[in-house]
């Protein structure tokens, strides 16, 4: 199975700040099969970015991401009071599709 | 709208059995693959088993193989996780996921809201 490492696992942060989130495999995936998913406490996670850079419709433009190989970034350029939530990395190259294990993003 | 709306779950002691289904509107449902995601309380995402548009493709995750069965209605646009033989640690959000391509692929573009399975005596 292709493990997925994030870090850090929590960020505290303020309104304003660039954030980044990185997101190791255990083994290379090529970058179409690389996703981050947003979820708010008592949510379903939300479809954020795809294929490693490419935003999902809807998404603002403030988020970003990039990689290949095995190391992945997620970036947020100016944080939302609405950016406050915890974020997956997630491949999807092979099953078991598998999951980081979250990053928390909350309020400095 | 599109929506994918998961039937209740429920509390269910260890060794029991409970089925889960999930009704798809507002899309093309035997287009799209589809799986089935847990997160046990105040853990991250587990990715359980996916089903191709056709049906005739399925994958588990090794923690529930043999035990969950994944199927598909697509004359009603309906989801099922049939789950044996239950244990404690399969307490969790179950959610059910839209995946964007029909043989599968694991981008998951559209979420239900989840539903609690509680497994205890």
């Known amino acids: 199975d292709i493990q997925m490492t994030q870090s850090p696992s929590s960020l505290p942060a303020s309104v304003g700040d660039r954030v980044t989130i990185t997101c190791r495999a255990s083994q290379t995936i090529l970058s179409n099969y690389l996703n981050w998913y947003q979820q708010k406490p008592g949510k379903a996670p939300k479809l954020l970015i795809y294929a490693a850079s490419v935003l999902q419709s809807g998404v603002p433009s403030r988020f970003s991401g990039s990689g290949s190989g095995t190391d992945f970034t997620l970036t947020i350029s100016s944080l939302q009071s609405e950016d406050f939530a915890t974020y997956y990395c997630?491949?999807?190259?092979?099953?078991?599709?598998?999951f980081g294990q979250g990053t928390k993003l909350d309020i400095k | 709208e599109v929506q994918l709306l998961e039937s209740a779950g429920g509390l269910v002691q260890p060794g029991g059995s409970l089925r889960l289904s999930c009704a798809a509107s507002?899309?093309?449902?035997?287009?799209?693959?589809m799986s089935w995601v847990r997160q046990a309380p105040g853990k991250g995402l587990e990715w359980v088993s996916m089903i191709s548009g056709t049906g005739d493709t399925t994958h588990y995750a090794d923690s529930v193989k043999g035990r969950f069965t994944i199927s598909r209605d697509n004359s009603e646009n309906t989801l099922y996780l049939q789950m044996n033989s239950l244990r404690v640690e399969d307490t969790a959000v179950y959610y059910c996921?839209?995946?964007?391509?029909?043989?599968?692929?694991?981008?998951?573009?559209?979420w239900g809201q989840g539903t609690l399975v509680s497994v205890s005596s």
């Open positions: 996921v839209k995946d964007r391509y029909g043989v599968g692929g694991g981008l998951f573009d559209l």
């Open positions: 507002g899309f093309t449902f035997s287009r799209n693959a």
């Open positions: 997630q491949q999807s190259y092979t099953t078991p599709y598998t």
